[in-house]
């Protein structure tokens, strides 16, 4: 049978259809992702109903010829419910930073009370939930008193398939609220919020009629995992609309680095927040750029444990080629570039990994 893949990157959502039987890729397509409610930074809101429309689409035209959905998704974005299961928030995305506004003569995030240790597999930074939902509670006390459900995007689309809040530790994990090791949300300080279930394995939560739904995972991982990246010898260099540099370890690692959760209990060390393709696209051709990229991203290997190669990634490779391959050359380390491989390929290994 056939499997339908979804890829809710920040970009686009792609689509494709793939051969179980055959291992055959095909009708792959995409449409741009929707654009926020309104321009008003640090806020980044996105209609979830201008999310979900796509996905339905996409799940009815396909409906007689697919029995699975994977999906991987954008990670450290949400919305908020309340207890019958209706929204109170738009999808607030990984690129708001409502945690940076003032409360009481101070930014929220410097006063949130809570320190993240490696085994959540995630930091306290501007963009995450577990700092924005704190700066909800500061300036919307109203709307965060009425709240009851948490929902990562992966989370959210499941749950309005299936019914099932759910997700992929590889997702959940992004919210900085689990322990990676075990899935549990022992990192909540906010226990009036029913958080997702979080797998540990890539399994089926439900049904859309009859095609099983399966844990949504995060896209950084599914992207590393359908790269190529040989993993003991090179670092990945991920440049989608921002940038990650990574090395996956065989088990749990710590260091000045991100501990993500990654597939078979391996660990994915990963120094985020570096220059990607948003800034290459509104910086493009101005002086120092590379400079700064080249910087960056040295400082970002210094951090990882040590590898002898460079695999780098992402649609920001592909659109500015040049600019990439110069800083690239600077790093002082051999380097392949692969920017013909995404999320989907990675979506396609668990396929191929665990049929």
Same mark, same amino acid.
């Given at each position: 049978?056939? &499997?339908?893949? %979804?890829?809710? @990157? $920040? ?21 741009? /992702? ?28 396909? +409906?007689?010829?697919? +029995? ?8 450290? !974005? ?7 299961? !209706? =929204? ?12 940076? =506004? ?25 963009? &995450? ?14 709307? /965060?008193?009425? #709240? ?6 992966? &989370? ?41 279930? #979080? ?19 995060? +896209? ?7 790269? !190529? ?6 670092? =990945? ?13 065989? $088990? ?10 990654? /597939? ?8 985020? @927040? ?16 590379? +400079?700064?990229?080249? &910087? !960056? ?16 990634? *992402? *649609? ?14 600077? =790093? ?6 692969? $920017? ?6 990675? %979506? ?8």
């Amino acid at each position: 049978m056939k &499997s339908l893949l %979804l890829d809710i @990157g $920040s970009t686009s959502i792609k689509w494709a259809v793939y051969d179980r039987e055959k291992r055959l890729k095909s009708e792959a397509a995409s449409v741009p /992702f929707p654009m926020p409610v309104e321009n008003r930074p640090p806020i980044h809101e996105v209609s979830a109903e201008d999310i979900v429309r796509p996905v339905m689409d996409m799940l009815q035209r396909y +409906d007689a010829t697919v +029995d699975r959905l994977y999906i991987s998704t954008q990670m450290h !974005g949400y919305l908020l419910g309340d207890g019958s299961g !209706g =929204l109170l928030t738009p999808y607030i995305s990984w690129q708001d930073r409502r945690s940076t =506004l003032s409360a009481n003569g101070r930014s929220c995030l410097v006063q949130l009370p809570v320190r993240l240790p490696p085994s959540s597999g995630s930091s306290v930074k501007p963009n &995450s939930p577990l700092c924005g939902l704190f700066a909800i509670k500061l300036l919307e006390p109203e709307l /965060f008193s009425r #709240a009851r459900r948490f929902y990562t995007l992966g &989370s959210y689309i499941a749950w309005r398939l299936t019914g099932a809040n759910a997700t992929h530790i590889t997702d959940a994990a992004a919210c900085g609220m689990y322990n990676k090791e075990n899935g549990t949300p022992q990192f909540n300080p906010y226990p009036e919020l029913e958080l997702p279930e #979080a797998t540990m394995k890539v399994l089926p939560i439900g049904f859309w009629g009859h095609v099983a739904v399966y844990s949504p995972v995060g +896209d950084h991982q599914a992207s590393v995992l359908g790269s !190529g990246l040989q993993d003991e010898r090179e670092y =990945l260099l991920n440049l989608g609309t921002a940038a990650q540099l990574c090395v996956v370890a065989e $088990s749990h690692a710590e260091g000045a680095f991100e501990s993500r959760p990654y /597939f078979g209990g391996r660990t994915l060390c990963t120094v985020s @927040g570096l220059l990607g393709g948003r800034e290459m696209a509104a910086r493009s051709g101005t002086a120092g750029l590379a +400079d700064e990229m080249t &910087s !960056g991203y040295e400082s970002a290997m210094i951090k990882l444990p040590a590898r002898a190669r460079l695999l780098v990634t *992402g *649609g920001a490779a592909r659109h500015h080629g040049a600019l990439v391959s110069a800083v690239c050359d600077r =790093l002082n380390v051999p380097y392949r570039l692969r $920017s013909d491989r995404d999320a989907l390929d990675g %979506l396609i290994e668990l396929i191929d990994r665990t049929d």
